[in-house]
Each structure stands twice: as structure tokens, then as C-alpha cells.
């Protein structure tokens, strides 16, 4: 469920249904798609449900006449949102007034070369074909459901609801605070002060993720929070902390405790030290976010970028002087799961840049989102201020820390190392042509630098190739001046080419016309009149394409399977004959005393296996432990499932996988129409498929990990468990003995749970391929065809749209 719905449900006075929605797993897309039956069934009253009823027909036909007027100066549609709002009309008011055109507004926007104007311009053709497209499909079902249930009917009512657009990018951004990854964020978007930046008092203390909004003009701000249950447990676990101050030593020395201590003191005050939980959860607290206690978004919506960041500040940023900064007696971000922030204008609309922090969070739920991202982004970009761009530990330490997750543990293909401030030479206020010119030189030798320090990097270059790697110096300040005689030697124009490339690589527009043309040409061919036989022959030669085709896919799986096998089974060899010297070097790490180290330790041993210090290096025992076992797949792994899209998974073969429609449509020009049905059943299988395998191969990886990491899990809550005298050693005994007695078992339990996984991903990559392929075939030319539309003039229109986004596409 998202955040459309629930506003929905509010707006529509129907709130104590949200939770049923959210059960039954209604989101936007879905909300067009229900029908009386379905709306009998989520609402049990008979008054809420003839409002919701009517309410819906309504917004259902304001829908269709914003998509009827597409606008001819902005964003058109978005699959996601599965709607069309006219750029130019403002939000509706809250009594349900007409909307009124603001041109003249809009049109007082002066227009800015630095913006992406290429987006919009570029793509508004192709998003009214889109959008034509889609009315047309609409309408077909429309005729489909007035037509006879059948077999046949079904099916294609089902192949037109599941006409999908791709996702969006994700495009990670590190750095630590002050290295001015959200000035460049600014600087991308021309905004200079939309989102927070940080300094030592103030920084980013959320995820961030920035977005076009397609829906309107607004700059927005939907805010995700943490759930009630969540909250709870960090005020029970302060609870417990100040419970146990007996048996510990000062307070202020528990990282974990300041961690929540800071929390509260941001959203309470001081008020928390003397009250129970109980009390800290009174609703008074939560006065100004409902939602929170609603289990809701919040959508904050605004004319302008500076008045969006005032309205934002206190739910994105921990500022070091709770009380009461810019009138502000409250702060929510420790409430906040994510941010998303929509800007307006030519952003790339398949785009979201996401500002990420480096180790992730303590908060479960934030961290299990922060995993997930990280793990979903196709780029990453790793900020640095540019005077210590190749010596600074700390960025290098965030991509040691994330490579994993981004290479095969993900599908990122690119990283791109920032250098920002380039235009500042320290300890310097000359702006003469020689300073520029010692500037460009200074920055090619930093460039030169900082690749020479990733090539050292032999563990991350497992995961990425040499030419995945970039280097940026750019400068956020200098571009956002008002007049930059040349914008380009900020180096901002090429990262916003970046994102516009990442941009235009998405086929949205073509994916989903090809798929209608190749629906529309099976209802058209299914009319026609059959010639005898004909059908049957087809069917048999493709059914032998498909056994053909499907002999190579399956070799090449199972020479994967067996290599891997083979090479886990060196690499849970090396885990048990090395890993108690690996876990003795964490445990008794040189040159840490006992009295120091123990509290660390403390915080490993409580959080699972991880220390998330506010700075530094991330510490994670379960990486250690599992580290041969990663090493010893790490190389095949990359070159099994590679994120580099030109090469497919298992060496391409899925990718040449063919029926071979095209030779067969010379042959039998009788059925050539549901041959190019068939055609783009194939095609949209191989996506579907490598999408699938892409999901799944993270998993398969990141299995290795999860399972050390539950086997652990005893030996560290005893551990986490000890306090006074002599807890140092105990928690040291503790983890060794139960590793000493548990390494014959626990990697070769690793090993064989990811081997689970390939074979079943084996069993569903065949099983999919032979039932879609034939359970096409079989409905498009062995089902009787009685009860079907006539839908010539609509394959005419969207076959004269296909052809001409083909041809430019090629």
C-alpha cells in the first residue's frame, strides 16, 4: 500500500479502512483496477461503501479526461502511478473544487540551460504515444469484459493488466557529513538549497531519495516513518540501559546508548530522562504528525524549493541545538524511516538519487531499507572532498564496507568516485587565469590518484570491472552562481549526462507498445478465418524450437551448478581450517587494550555479529567468518550473473534463446499475426527472466552470510549477556568454543543453503521458459476464438506507433 491510498482513505473520510486496504495490498495501480465486487469485500458497511463508490467513478473519470487533454509542456504519465495529471493544474483544494490552469504562473518560470532540459523535450513525443497507447488498451479490455468469459478471453485480460513500464534507476550517493553529497545533489537538480547540507553542527541524518514528480507542479515531500512497535523498542531498550547502570560503567561510554539517548533528546527534550516508556509514547508527543500514530505517510507540498527544505528540515537533519533553532522545539528524524523528495522540473523521470549513509543504521527496519537500496542501485557514487580525495580512509572504507552488496551481493554497474570543491585550491584567494590553470592541473593528477588507489583494491575488483570505475572533480558552488562563463569545468554537466544516459536507456515507451501491438495481433488473428490444419503445423515445429532451445539453457545451468559446487567445497575447507585464527585476530585485535576493546566487542556480540560506529569503519564478525567462502566464488560468481547488462546470466544463453517466429512467419503468412504475438511473448520473457535472476542471485549470495549469521545468533546473545568482573574473557570464550565446535557444520550448512537456491532458480528458469511459451502457443493457435472483439482499427493505430518507435529506437 502506498501513500496515495492511505491520503485517499483520509481525504474520503473512510481512514479506519486503511488498514484493510493496506492487508489486502490495494496500492495506486491497484485502486484503478477494483470493481464492485472487490470494494464489497474490503468494506463490510453499506454507507462507507456507496461513498467509497462514488468517490472512486469520480476520480476514475477525472483520470480519463486529464489523459484525454495531455498537456503540451510537462510530464505526462507514469506507470507506477498508473495516472495522468496535467502539469500545469494545481492540487486539488480540500473542499473538491475544480482545478484551475495557472499558465501564467507557470509560465513566469525562467528557464535555466543547466536544468536537464533534454529529459522532457527529448521524451515528451514518445510519452503522448505512450499514453495514446494506453487509452487504447483500456478501451480493449473495456471490450473484452463485455465479451464471453473465456479461456482465451481471460487470458488476455490478464496479458493487458500485466502491461508494465520499467522501474526506476537507483543511483546510491556516500560520503560522510561535510563532504557535500547533498550540495551536489543540489547542484544536479539547479536547486541550491532544496535539500539540507551538512556541517559539523547540522547533517543528513535520514535517507534521502530525489525524484521528478510527475503528478504536478509541486516541490513534495513524502515522508515513510518507523512503526509504533519499533519505537517502543528503542524506549524499552533506554529503559533497560538505565535499569542496569549498576552493572555498568558510565553510560555516556555505550555508543549504543547515546545512539537512542540522542533520539530522544531530539524529540523530547530533556523531558525523556524522567518519564517511563509508557509515557513517551502519550499522543501529546505526536500532535504535529497524526501519521506516525496512524501508521501513515505524510506528504508535505509546496510552491518552492526553499519553503519545501524549511518545512522538511525537522524530519531530515539532528542538529546539535535542539532547542528551539528557527522556531523549531521538535525534531521527528528519529521517527523517519525515508524521505522521498519530488522536485517539479526536467529531472529524469526513470531516475532516483538516493543520499545514503555509509553503515547503514541501527534501527532494524531503517537498515533492512538501507540493505535493499544499496543492494537495488545500478550506480553509486562515492563523495569526497577533493584535497584528501585518494588518502581519505573513510570513502574508501564505505566502498570496502558496501562492495558486496553492490556487486554480487547487487546489480551495480557503475561506480563513480566524486571529488568535490575542485574549484578551491587551499590557503588561495588569487582568481587569475594561472590559478585556473594550476586548478585543471591539480584535479588531472587527483584523477590519476585515486585510480591508482582502486586498482589496489583487489577484493572490490572481484565484484567490478576497471571500466565500471570513474572519476569526477566537480564543483557544486561554482555551478550554481548565477552566470558560469563554463558550466562544463564544474564537471556537473557530465554527471547530469550520466543521469540522463542512465535515463534514456529505459525502453518504457517501447517495451509497452510492442507488448499491446503483439496483443492486439493475436485478437486480430484470432478473428480471422482459420485455414485447417495450419494451426496444428506450427504448433508442432514450435513446440520442437522450444525442446531445441531449451537443451542449451539447460546445459549452461548445470555446468554453473557444478562449478560452484566445486568451488564452495574449497571454500568451506579453507573456512574450517582458518577460521579460528581469523575470529582469534577480531577477538584479540594487536594493539587495542582489553579495557577499551571490550565495550566494542559488547556492541558486536548485542547487535548480531555488527558494530555500526557514527564514524569509522564498520566492524562485521559474520563477513569474517563467511570471507573464504565469498572469496572462493567470488570471480565465477561475477561472470555467472553479471550486472554488465550487455552480457546476460549464464553466459548469454537465455539471451539467444529463440523461437525462431521470424522464419516461420514467411512460411505461414496465415498465422503471421499470431506469430508476432508469440514474438513478443518471447521478448518479454527473456526480461522477465533476467529480472528474475538478477532478484535471485542476490539472494543466493547474501544466503552465505545470512546463514552464518543465524547460527551465531546463540553464542552472541550469551556473550552480549555478561557483565562485571571477568566479562571480557567470557565473551571471548564464549564465541570461540561455540566456532570451534560448530565449523564442521556451519560453512558446509552455508554452502549447501546456496546451493538450495541455485537449483531452485534452475528448476523456476526451465519451468517458466516451457509453460509461458507453450501455454502461448497453445491459447493463440489451438483455442477456439468464439466471442472475440474486432479490434482492426485499434492494431492499426498502435502497429503505425510501434513501427515508428522501432525505427527510431534503431
Known amino acids: 500500500m502506498d501513500d496515495f491510498v492511505c491520503t485517499i482513505l483520509n481525504d474520503w473520510g473512510l481512514s479506519e479502512w486503511i488498514e484493510t486496504f493496506r492487508e489486502q495490498g490495494v496500492d495506486k495501480k491497484y485502486l484503478y483496477c477494483l470493481e464492485d465486487q472487490d470494494v464489497g469485500e474490503l468494506i463490510s458497511k453499506v454507507g462507507p461503501r456507496a461513498h467509497f463508490r462514488k468517490k472512486l467513478r469520480l476520480l476514475k473519470e477525472e483520470q480519463n479526461r486529464n489523459e484525454d487533454t495531455l498537456p503540451l509542456s510537462l510530464p505526462i504519465e507514469q506507470e507506477q502511478k498508473n495516472t495522468t495529471v496535467q502539469a500545469e493544474v494545481q492540487p486539488s483544494t480540500s473542499d473538491g473544487g475544480k482545478r484551475k490552469l495557472d499558465l501564467e504562473k507557470f509560465n513566469k518560470r525562467e528557464p535555466t540551460p543547466k536544468r536537464f532540459r533534454r529529459s522532457m523535450s527529448a521524451s515528451l513525443p514518445e510519452l503522448r504515444k505512450l499514453s495514446e497507447v494506453k487509452n487504447v488498451m483500456r478501451h480493449v479490455l473495456d471490450k473484452l469484459h463485455c465479451q464471453e468469459n473465456t479461456k482465451l478471453n ?14 526506476r534507476e537507483l543511483v546510491g550517493v556516500f560520503g560522510k557529513t561535510g563532504a557535500g553529497k547533498t550540495s551536489l545533489i543540489n547542484a544536479l537538480i539547479d536547486e541550491r538549497n532544496l535539500l539540507p547540507s551538512g556541517d559539523v553542527d547540522a547533517c543528513t541524518s535520514v535517507m534521502i531519495k530525489v525524484e521528478a514528480n510527475m503528478c504536478n507542479t509541486k516541490y513534495e ?76 505517510g505524510k506528504i508535505l507540498s509546496c510552491e518552492t524549493a526553499n519553503e519545501l527544505s524549511a518545512k522538511m528540515i525537522k524530519y531530515t537533519r539532528t542538529e546539535s541545538n535542539h532547542g528551539g533553532q528557527k522556531g523549531i522545539n521538535r525534531w521527528y528524524w528519529p521517527l523517519v524511516k525515508c524521505v522521498t523528495v519530488k522536485v517539479p522540473h526536467d529531472f529524469p523521470q526513470h531516475i532516483t538519487l538516493v543520499d545514503l549513509p555509509g553503515n547503514g543504521d541501527r534501527n532494524k527496519s531503517r537498515d533492512t531499507m538501507w540493505k535493499g537500496i544499496v543492494g537495488n542501485c545500478s550506480t553509486v557514487w562515492i563523495v569526497t572532498e577533493i584535497n584528501r580525495a585518494a588518502s581519505e580512509k573513510e570513502s ?33 584567494t588569487d582568481h587569475s587565469a594561472d590559478l585556473q590553470a594550476e586548478i585543471i592541473r591539480r584535479n588531472i593528477k587527483v584523477k590519476e590518484a585515486v585510480r591508482k588507489e582502486f586498482n589496489k583494491l583487489h577484493k572490490i575488483k572481484k565484484h567490478f570491472s576497471d571500466d565500471s570505475f570513474k572519476v569526477y572533480t566537480v564543483s557544486s558552488k561554482e555551478f550554481l552562481k548565477p552566470k558560469v562563463l563554463s558550466p562544463e569545468n ?44 495450419i494451426h496444428t503445423e506450427v504448433c508442432e515445429k514450435l513446440e520442437i524450437n522450444i525442446a531445441v532451445q531449451l537443451e542449451p539453457v539447460q546445459k549452461a545451468i548445470e555446468r554453473a551448478c557444478l562449478v560452484f559446487e566445486e568451488c564452495l567445497c574449497e571454500g568451506v575447507e579453507r573456512s574450517k581450517s582458518s577460521c579460528e585464527e581469523k575470529l582469534n585476530n577480531f577477538l ?54 553479471p550486472n554488465e547488462r550487455k552480457c546476460g546470466p549464464f553466459n548469454g544463453v537465455i539471451d539467444k534463446f529463440s523461437l525462431d517466429t521470424e522464419s516461420l512467419k514467411q512460411k505461414y503468412k496465415d498465422v503471421k499475426l499470431q506469430l508476432i504475438f ?30 552464518i549469521e543465524e547460527t551465531m545468533q546463540e553464542c552472541y ?35 549447501n543453503v546456496m546451493m538450495i537456491h541455485l537449483l531452485s532458480l534452475t528448476v523456476e528458469i526451465l519451468t517458466t521458459m516451457n509453460d509461458t511459451l507453450n501455454n502461448s502457443m497453445n491459447l493463440s493457435l489451438r483455442t477456439d476464438s468464439q ?13 503505425k506507433i510501434y513501427n515508428k518507435l522501432k525505427n527510431n529506437s534503431n
Open 717 to 751: 546473545k550469551t556473550a552480549a549477556g555478561y557483565s562485571g568482573p571477568g566479562m571480557l574473557e567470557k565473551m571471548r570464550e564464549t564465541v570461540s568454543r561455540h566456532v570451534r565446535e560448530s565449523k564442521d557444520t556451519m560453512f558446509a550448512e552455508a554452502k
Open 154 to 167: 481471460s487470458f488476455l485480460r490478464d496479458k493487458i493488466r500485466d502491461l508494465k513500464t520499467d522501474r
Open 396 to 428: 574508501w572504507e564505505i566502498l570496502k564496507s558496501v562492495s558486496s552488496l553492490l556487486g554480487n551481493g547487487g546489480e551495480c554497474r557503475d561506480i563513480h568516485f566524486i571529488c568535490t570543491k575542485s574549484d578551491v585550491i587551499e590557503d588561495s
Open 221 to 296: 515531500a513524502h515522508i515513510e516513518f518507523i512503526t509504533k512497535e519499533e519505537w517502543k523498542d528503542e524506549l524499552w531498550s533506554v529503559s533497560q540501559f538505565q535499569e542496569n547502570t549498576a552493572d555498568q560503567k558510565k553510560e555516556d561510554e555505550d555508543d549504543d546508548y547515546q545512539d537512542v539517548a540522542e533520539k530522544l533528546s531530539a524529540l523530547y527534550g530533556e523531558e525523556w530522562k524522567q518519564k517511563s516508556s509508557e509515557q513517551l509514547m502519550d499522543p501529546k508527543y505526536f500532535r504535529e504528525i497524526p501519521e506516525f500514530l496512524q501508521s501513515t
Open 787 to 799: 466471442s472475440i472483439p474486432d479490434v482492426s482499427t485499434e492494431l492499426a493505430m498502435v502497429k
Open 678 to 707: 508469440l514474438s513478443t511473448e518471447e521478448e518479454k520473457l527473456k526480461k522477465k527472466l533476467n529480472k528474475m535472476i538478477r532478484d535471485q542471485k542476490k539472494i543466493m549470495y547474501n544466503s552465505l552470510i545470512e546463514t
Open 490 to 533: 564544474t564537471e556537473i554537466p557530465k554527471l547530469q549526462d550520466v543521469l540522463q544516459n542512465l535515463n534514456d536507456s529505459h525502453s518504457e515507451t517501447l517495451n509497452y507498445v510492442s507488448g499491446a501491438h503483439g496483443i492486439l495481433s493475436l485478437i486480430h488473428g484470432a478473428s480471422l478465418k482459420k485455414q485447417p490444419g
Open 588 to 641: 584479540r585485535p594487536r594493539g587495542k587494550s582489553g579495557s577499551g576493546y571490550h565495550r566494542t566487542l559488547k556492541s558486536v556480540f548485542k547487535n548480531g555479529g555488527v558494530h555500526k560506529p557514527k564514524k569509522g569503519k564498520q566492524i562485521n564478525l559474520n563477513m569474517k567468518l563467511t570471507s573464504f567462502l565469498t572469496d572462493s566464488i567470488d570471480e565465477e560468481f561475477r561472470k555467472t550473473f
